[in-house]
């Protein structure tokens, strides 16, 4: 299996809404990320997790809350979003966070669309 | 710090032309990792290539091919006979020294016609 797996693929959710976003993978990999991107923007990193601990936030408001339950599953929180939230949330992984040293790099999801009303 | 500039922004070709995506990277570290990533409209970020800072071998890899050239920073992609699955947006990327980040350039949107 060499694929990360995030659901769901779409999400609306209203600015009062708890909801979480979910992402598996099952490659063995240590380090998973959560990215950010908005229309016709790259990527923006949120949180990095190494070995189920949280190693990097990039300064990322509390409303988005990571979680990483196990080495195979990572969770993001979200509570009172506000419409500017509204972006493709990508999950990826790699063997290690020193990813590209003997490894393909990063693995990416297909994202979860989210839109917050 | 580092950096990634795509100057192209948006590329468009008739199927059959030869393409070149252009990426200028900046670092100071001596060890560092660049990657290309195609984007399709589904939104997964696909895997091209990966290239270390001491291995300045192009590669060639059907009708993709990456020029790297640490004399000018550069680590160009090239997309022989285009055909229109090839639209997309492609981003190029750095990892350097002992930072975890990814650091992406701003993409560049290409578009095949038939």
């Known amino acids: 299996d060499t694929e990360v797996t995030q659901t769901p693929k779409h999400l609306v959710m209203g600015m009062t809404n708890k909801k979480s976003l979910k992402c598996e993978q099952h490659m063995g990999h240590r380090a998973m990320y959560w990215y950010k991107q908005k229309a016709k923007k790259p990527p923006e990193l949120m949180f990095v997790y190494s070995y189920e601990k949280l190693s990097i936030n990039e300064s990322v408001p509390s409303r988005f809350s990571p979680e990483c339950p196990n080495s195979s599953l990572l969770n993001l929180h979200l509570h009172a979003l506000q419409p500017e939230d509204s972006a493709l949330y990508l999950c990826?992984?790699?063997?290690?966070?020193?990813?590209?040293?003997?490894?393909?790099?990063?693995?990416f999801g297909s994202g979860t669309r989210l839109t917050v009303v | 710090a580092q950096k990634v500039t795509q100057a192209q922004t948006e590329i468009s070709v008739v199927e059959k032309e030869d393409v070149t995506l252009d990426c200028v990277y900046e670092t100071r570290d001596t060890t560092y990792y660049l990657f290309w990533y195609k984007q399709p409209p589904s939104g997964e970020l696909v895997f091209l290539i990966r290239?270390?800072?001491?291995?300045?071998q192009n590669e060639i890899s059907g009708r993709y091919s990456w020029n790297f050239q640490k004399s000018t920073s550069s680590f160009n992609f090239t997309i022989t006979a285009s055909q229109v699955v090839d639209s997309a947006v492609y981003f190029c990327?750095?990892?350097?020294?002992?930072?975890?980040?990814?650091?992406f350039g701003k993409g560049i949107t290409l578009s095949v016609r038939p």
């Open positions: 990327a750095l990892r350097s020294g002992a930072n975890s980040k990814l650091t």
């Open positions: 290239r270390n800072s001491f291995d300045e």
């Open positions: 990826a992984s790699s063997q290690t966070e020193r990813a590209g040293t003997g490894d393909y790099g990063y693995t």
